[in-house]
C-alpha cells in the first residue's frame, strides 16, 4: 500500500490551496480516509475524515473552510482549505483505516499514512 500526497506549499493567509492524496495497493472507497496534521511542536491532529459511506467528519477549527473529496475514478481524495489562517500551516497527512474503526479521529485508529506534504500560511 502506498499514499502519495501531493499538492502542499505556500499561501498567504486568506487564500486557498487543495492538497491531494493517491492510493495504489487499496482502494479509498473501501476505507475510511482522514486528513491529518502536526505543527512543529504539537501533536497530530486530526483534520477531517470520510467513512466509506461518504460522511464525513470535520475538526471544529476547520469547519466551513475545508472540504474533503473523494474521487472514486482516480482512487484519489482531496482537501479544499479555503480561508487559510497561520495556525493552519502544518504537515498534512492522508491515512487510511481498513479496519472500519469507531474512533475516526484518533490516530492510533488509522492503518497506513501517507509521507505528508507542507502548508505553509504567511501572515
Known amino acids: 500500500v502506498q499514499l502519495q500526497a501531493s499538492g502542499g506549499g505556500l499561501v498567504q493567509a486568506g487564500g486557498s490551496l487543495r492538497v491531494s492524496c493517491a492510493a495504489s495497493g487499496l482502494t479509498f472507497s473501501r476505507c475510511t480516509v482522514a486528513w491529518f496534521r502536526q505543527a512543529p511542536g504539537k501533536e497530530r491532529e486530526v483534520v477531517t475524515a470520510?467513512?466509506?459511506?461518504?460522511?464525513?467528519f470535520h475538526a471544529d477549527t476547520v469547519k466551513g473552510r475545508f472540504t474533503m473529496s473523494r474521487d472514486n475514478s482516480k482512487n484519489t481524495v482531496h482537501l479544499q482549505m479555503n480561508s487559510l489562517k497561520p495556525e493552519d500551516a502544518a504537515v498534512y497527512y492522508c491515512?487510511?483505516?481498513?479496519?472500519?474503526?469507531?474512533?475516526?479521529?484518533?490516530?492510533?485508529?488509522?492503518?497506513?499514512w501517507g509521507q505528508g506534504t507542507l502548508v505553509t500560511v504567511s501572515s
Open positions: 491515512a487510511v483505516d481498513v479496519n472500519r474503526s469507531v474512533a475516526i479521529s484518533t490516530a492510533t485508529s488509522y492503518d497506513y
Open positions: 470520510m467513512r466509506r459511506s461518504g460522511s464525513t
